[in-house]
């Protein structure tokens, strides 16, 4: 019996055909959408996941009194909470990138640039489930090192790597680091990354460090690591936490910081889509995706819904006939459920394929690798099973009871007003769905190009940026001077700085307990910036200079540990309570020791519109991070060639790297652009989808008209007044969905931009756009039905009928 099921099935597919493919297409780019879309909620949902403690470790988390969220905290409170607090099994201090340098491999030539460098608890890998493939990765000394299996390849041929050296020149100098552990590549997706991972208590060691004394792993001072909490076994970490708070309140300084325990699990999502805690992705454009998946997925089937219920009026005959016959009712139903299934089982086939063939585009369009994370989760295998079924399940049943109408009540035709307004209403609510994503697309592409159009307060455009090197050779002072004047005495270099950071990067760290002379009671809560600069980088950057003056150059060569002179950014100087930037300049602010202000300049955008603009404290040094260049950009490949020869010439051994600073930039602007990008394809197909659907009823509606068309011809009807009668029923359902879904789409973008501090606003022409191109895609749509119609021959029309 179930071989006739599907044999008649697949007959009537066939004889259909037009129906059967407008059904499966809009079915096949609904779930390939669901798909992809599903493969990035499942890939955020995983981060983290593979680390076997994950239940019991948690990141330490403060609150400070005015409110903010800090994650970067000093390392000496380490050796603290684990004296005080028995609950704790191990209190592990992560410090990622800062030991980033120049690699080489002692008794060879070969040198590497590395960034993805840090300095890590000696215990770390026992925490955290990294899967070390050789030795112990014991930390606890220091100059020892973990790294993983692909740079222990590339450094030595092999994976073997124990017990051998690399040498390692970066801020804090030159030193060779003994490896006593390889790593597995670490599995994706993880928050906490690196290629190698240096013992923490290397930095124990002052003669290392070499005047860096923010990097003393026992300070208590500067923040600089992330610091992981592993709780034994059925202790509360609400209780640990509460603990924790009313220990740090015995200091006067700290009566309204709150300490919290974010869960490992947590520090990518949160909790939740309110969760203010600290978090490396945003909840609520998870929830935007799955959302837009799930709606994508109800487009395709209500697709299906819509025409089949359209379909069933020719087919009231063979309901008919099949009842004459002996056929019960429950045999008709399964019937109609075995077409259904196997329509959405041919549709998800070719799905999946055009998955597979797709999803390394799709990787690239959403920044992650989508398929092996939707492959390696059998609950998402079986989510997506369970959906599809239930669709079809539903989708069946739904042609199933229609049948069952049709079979009761012969006068049930295609005009009937009940049946046309489910259909009207379906319709509606594809194209509510499909505006709103074609509305949300728009108005986060003004948002993007918005921040990405704004002045910045420093120029951007012709500065190359080049990294410094890491390895000096000797005579630092020397060579950095050698290399200044060489470049210098190019025509084709207008300006050269160096930096410690970059804009679009990072600042160099944050501070606290900063104050103005005269300390104030809210000083506690403030934190600052800190950027080390040279003293050409304001003029290089174009940075107006509000107050008092720039470094010069012998306080960039005398440096500021030893200087005690600093700069201000504007916000900075209100923060420390100076009335305006000429009043700053000339007093000293307290950081432990007096440093006097010497200028105060206009506030930039450091970092992008993102973020709120911080105080910010630039520091003087001769700085040899980074340098950034002005060049006349004549000719641009040539210049860069030169300034190579240069670079390898003074600094020998350190590999030549340079990039464009507007490039890096906006980078920043990564997880817009993908969000944008995903919208974009995600509206087309929505769009697509729906215009399917439409083409398919307004097929139907003409094949049921044909004979009134003919006779509306034969009288003299104009092909304008043929194509105004089909066109107009559904051009109204159209508008009607205009006006459900500008108001949504409103609110939701209006909710969405209010996460930035820099927002362009909504403007009406968008949704106006967006409105009038939803129209005329349907006009078109449905004009090739109507004029197909009226072009036809009337007397063909009426001897068919």
Request: charged share 15%; with cysteine; proline share 4%.
């Amino acid at each position: 019996m179930l071989k006739n099921y599907f044999k008649i099935a697949f007959r009537n597919l066939l004889k259909r055909r037009l129906f059967s493919f407008v059904n499966i297409l809009g079915l096949v780019l609904g779930l390939f959408c669901f798909l992809i879309l599903q493969a990035f909620v499942v890939s955020e949902f995983s981060y983290n996941d593979f680390h076997a403690k994950k239940d019991r470790i948690y990141r330490l988390v403060v609150q400070e009194g005015s409110g903010e969220y800090e994650t970067y905290l000093a390392p000496g409170y380490a050796g603290v909470i684990e004296s005080n607090f028995a609950q704790v099994e191990a209190a592990d201090r992560f410090a990622g990138y800062i030991g980033g340098g120049l690699v080489a491999i002692p008794g060879t030539d070969l040198a590497f640039k590395e960034s993805a460098v840090g300095f890590v608890e000696g215990d770390f890998f026992n925490t955290f489930s990294f899967g070390l493939v050789r030795g112990t990765g014991d930390l606890e000394k220091p100059f020892t090192a973990v790294l993983t299996k692909t740079l222990a390849e590339k450094y030595f041929g092999t994976s073997d790597a124990l017990g051998k050296a690399i040498s390692l020149s970066n801020q804090f100098g030159k030193a060779d680091f003994i490896i006593t552990g390889v790593l597995d590549e670490i599995p994706a997706p993880s928050d906490l990354v690196g290629d190698i991972f240096l013992s923490i208590h290397t930095l124990e060691r002052p003669d290392y460090r070499k005047g860096n004394g923010w990097a003393d792993p026992n300070g208590l001072e500067s923040g600089f690591v992330n610091m992981f909490l592993l709780i034994k076994e059925g202790e509360s970490p609400e209780s640990l936490a509460a603990q924790m708070t009313d220990f740090i309140r015995q200091n006067p300084n700290a009566k309204e910081d709150q300490i919290f325990l974010q869960p490992l699990e947590e520090i990518h999502l949160g909790s939740g889509i309110s969760d203010p805690m600290p978090k490396t992705s945003s909840m609520g454009s998870v929830l935007v995706f799955l959302a837009m998946a799930v709606l994508i997925l109800l487009i395709a089937f209500v697709n299906y819904l819509n025409l089949s219920s359209a379909n069933l009026l020719t087919r009231i005959k063979e309901i008919r006939m099949r009842k004459v016959m002996g056929a019960f009712s429950w045999q008709l139903a399964q019937q109609f459920m075995v077409e259904t299934l196997l329509l959405v089982g041919t549709s998800l086939g070719f799905a999946l394929v055009l998955f597979q063939l797709l999803s390394p585009l799709a990787s690239e369009l959403l920044g992650k690798p989508i398929a092996e994370n939707l492959w390696g989760q059998p609950w998402a295998i079986g989510m997506l099973a369970m959906i599809t079924l239930a669709a079809a399940a539903f989708s069946g049943g739904y042609v199933v009871i229609l049948s069952g109408q049709f079979e009761r009540n012969s006068r049930l035709r295609f005009s009937s007003k009940d049946r046309q307004w489910g259909r009207k209403a379906l319709v509606v609510f594809q194209f509510v769905i499909s505006i709103g994503i074609i509305l949300c697309t728009l108005v986060i592409r003004d948002q993007l190009s918005y921040m990405q159009s704004q002045p910045l307060g420093m120029e951007l455009t012709q500065r190359v940026i080049v990294e410094g090197p890491e390895d000096f050779q000797g005579d630092k002072a020397g060579k950095m001077d050698a290399f200044r004047q060489r470049l210098l005495a190019q025509s084709f270099v207008q300006g050269l700085a160096g930096s410690n950071s970059l804009p679009g990067y990072s600042y160099n760290f944050s501070a606290a307990g900063i104050t103005p002379s005269v300390p104030r009671p809210e000083d506690k809560d403030y934190n600052y910036s800190m950027f080390i600069i040279d003293d050409q980088f304001i003029p290089t950057y174009g940075i107006e200079v509000l107050a008092g003056r720039s470094f010069n150059r012998g306080e960039a060569e005398a440096n500021w540990n030893n200087l005690r002179k600093v700069m201000l950014n504007a916000k900075a100087a209100r923060q420390l309570g100076f009335e305006s930037p000429e009043a700053a300049v000339g007093q000293s602010i307290l950081w432990g020791e007096p440093f006097e202000v010497v200028g105060v300049i206009a506030d930039y955008h450091h970092m992008s519109l993102r973020e709120e603009i911080s105080p910010m404290i630039l520091l003087a040094a001769e700085a040899s991070g980074y340098f950034t260049l002005i060049l006349d950009n004549a000719n641009m490949a040539a210049q860069i060639g030169e300034i190579e020869k240069i670079y390898k010439e003074v600094f020998p051994g350190n590999p030549f790297t340079y990039s464009f600073l507007d490039e890096i930039y906006g980078r920043q602007y990564q997880q817009e652009l993908q969000l944008s990008q995903a919208f974009s394809v995600a509206g087309a197909l929505a769009i697509l989808i729906s215009c399917l659907g439409l083409f398919g009823l307004s097929a139907y509606a003409v094949q049921q008209r044909t004979k009134e068309i003919g006779i509306r011809k034969v009288l003299g009807a104009s092909t304008q007044s043929l194509l105004n009668l089909i066109s107009k029923d559904f051009l109204i359902l159209v508008g009607i969905a205009i006006v459900f879904a500008v108001p949504l789409a409103w609110y939701v973008m209006q909710s969405w931009q209010a996460d930035f501090p820099y927002r362009a606003g909504l403007s009406w022409l968008t949704f106006v756009w967006a409105g009038l191109g939803s129209m005329g895609i349907a006009l078109l749509t449905v004009g090739f039905q109507a004029l197909k119609a009226a072009w036809s021959n009337p007397v063909e029309s009426i001897r068919n009928e």
